[in-house]
């Protein structure tokens, strides 16, 4: 006999009518999602190395670094820093710089502008040791910011073509279009919180891509063995009932996920810490668009069709 699970965040016999908020939860998607375009255009996303180009060095300075005497030092060899931060420890220094103009030239005045930054910061803070210098060209980042997109896109194109096979065109419409809104509202997340976007965000976007059209298979799986199952059952009750009978266990891998996201997010430092807090938002969309957006599409797409 198989044991009954030690936590239950809702009884067996609870049936919440989630379908009676249906309108309520498309407007606010629509609502929200629309905002999140509006914050794509202005004030835009913060691009990071990989889509932008420039230089990022990383220093660790001896003893708690002196940012002020950093950026005058800066300064005064007439270095433009487009920021200077802390990372991780007190002696962490994050020093970001816009790259050399274009030319034949330009891998050797990259050098020179990196050994020159070496030697300032040296300087201003004696004992100061480089850990690591990037570089990105202005058209290498145009291309891999073009790669991402076709990524973004690509993922979905799969999604829809898996989602149509395994199932019917009205789980494949509608599982697509609320990942496209889960992807203009983590898009609008990037836009107020200022995280900068490079390949780790296209990465963080493609994961949540993928957990949530997991979270949506479950349900729509669920849907279907009840469509077998409850012939003559009206399909806004069927999916009120599916969506209770997988509740469990979606708000389950929900949390299991978020938390183990949490302590990157707190602890993760420059690198992940960024990666980690939209994967946190990333999983609290999906787990609520799984309920209140993809099933009350499917409802109004299929109401006839799926029950004919």
């Given at each position: 006999m198989l044991s009954r699970p030690l936590l239950r965040f809702v009884r067996d016999d609870k049936r919440i009518p989630f379908m009676r908020g249906r309108y309520i939860g498309l407007a606010t998607s629509a609502i929200l999602s629309l905002l999140s375009v509006g914050l794509f255009f202005f004030p835009g996303l913060k691009l990071g190395l990989d889509f932008r180009g420039g230089i990022v060095i990383e220093a660790q300075t001896q003893g708690p670094a002196d940012f002020d005497r950093l950026r005058g030092a800066l300064a005064e060899h007439h270095i433009a820093a487009a920021g200077i931060q802390k990372f991780g420890a007190d002696n962490d220094v994050l020093i970001q710089l816009d790259a050399p103009s274009a030319g034949a030239a330009q891998e050797a005045a990259t050098q020179n502008?990196?050994?020159?930054v070496r030697k300032v910061v040296a300087d201003a803070q004696p004992g100061t040791k480089i850990l690591r210098a990037d570089a990105v060209g202005a058209s290498?980042?145009?291309?891999?910011?073009?790669?991402?997109?076709?990524?973004?896109?690509s993922s979905l194109a799969m999604i829809l073509i898996y989602i149509w096979v395994r199932f019917e065109r009205e789980f494949a419409i509608s599982a697509v279009v609320t990942l496209i809104l889960d992807l203009t509202k983590t898009i609008g997340f990037l836009a107020i919180t200022r995280f900068e976007f490079d390949l780790v965000m296209v990465a963080a976007i493609l994961t949540i891509?993928?957990?949530?059209?997991?979270?949506?298979?479950?349900?729509?799986?669920?849907?279907?063995?009840?469509?077998?199952?409850?012939?003559?059952?009206?399909?806004?009750?069927?999916l009120d009932l599916s969506i209770n009978e997988t509740l469990n266990r979606t708000l389950g891998t929900s949390s299991t996920v978020f938390l183990a996201a949490l302590p990157l997010a707190i602890f993760g430092g420059h690198s992940l810490s960024g990666f980690a807090t939209v994967m946190l938002f990333g999983i609290v969309v999906g787990t609520s668009s799984s309920i209140f957006i993809a099933a009350?599409?499917?409802l109004l797409l299929g109401e006839k069709r799926l029950r004919r």
């Open positions: 502008l990196v050994d020159t290498v980042s145009r291309e891999l910011f073009r790669d991402g997109l076709l990524a973004l896109v891509l993928g957990y949530s059209t997991n979270d949506k298979v479950v349900v729509y799986d669920r849907v279907r063995e009840n469509l077998r199952k409850y012939r003559s059952m009206p399909l806004r009750e069927l009350p599409l499917l």
